[in-house]
């Protein structure tokens, strides 16, 4: 009936009782609006939406995050004047909730850790007013050409990428950064609607190798944290392994870290996309 793997059900009903698990696998199945930020630091929502519709585009704003609208009836982004002028970007508002959550502080440096597109990279950025640093990284150099090309639309000033491997230490930032963005590889069990073909690549097993990697990730970057800094913890995944459970095994591993709140979204329940957020806080010396 959802077109979903079996083992996949099994895992999300040892979790969830049978209507949460039936609204979600009904959640992936629809054709669901884009959803953008808004960068409104180049114009007003309300001028963006008067220049979507003059563009033929079908606008809804979101009831949660006052930046984000939902965009739909068009046929080609990119051939849209509006995306051409970097007035915003394609994010998903789970997504959006990471900088929300972070909070960033005029002056704040920031580093995310596997980046691209660099979506949370450049909204963290937008919030920090031209103040402050944020250094997107991610791994290869296709990767970080993408984050460098939505930094030039964005026009952003205080963002730069740079091509790192999250697996191995960059001594010169350790304790260092007031906010880490950990927005780490996973099965992407939260957004088979938009990436249905994933359903026949993610097996048990290969779930199983990325919480052991999001592990081997963490007990990396968690160094780049000054103290009474914070570490956000996300992925694209409902899975109790690649989430809560690595969160419990982080708070355990690295105890100067305080788990402050975490959250798991579904599909159907919540806005957005299937994602989990966990945010820590690094005990300051004082």
Known sequence: RYSLPEWILKQWLSVYDEKTVCEMAEEFLKEKPLTVRCNLDKISKEELICLLQKEGVNVQES???PYALYLSGFDHLAGLHSFQMGYYQVQDISSMQVAEWASPQPGDYVIDVCAAPGGKSMHIAECLKGTGHVEARDLTDYKVSMIRENIVQSGLSN?????????ELVSETVGKADIVIADL????LGVLGKKPDLKYKMTEEMTKELAALQRQILSVVHQYVKPG???LYSTCTIHREENERNAEWFAREYPEFCLVKQKQMLPGKDEGDGFYIAMFQKESHE
């Open 185 to 188: 590889p996973c099965s992407g």
């Open 63 to 65: 009831p949660s995050l």
């Open 229 to 231: 800094g914070k570490l």
């Open 159 to 167: 963002i730069e990428a740079v091509r790192q491997d999250a697996l």
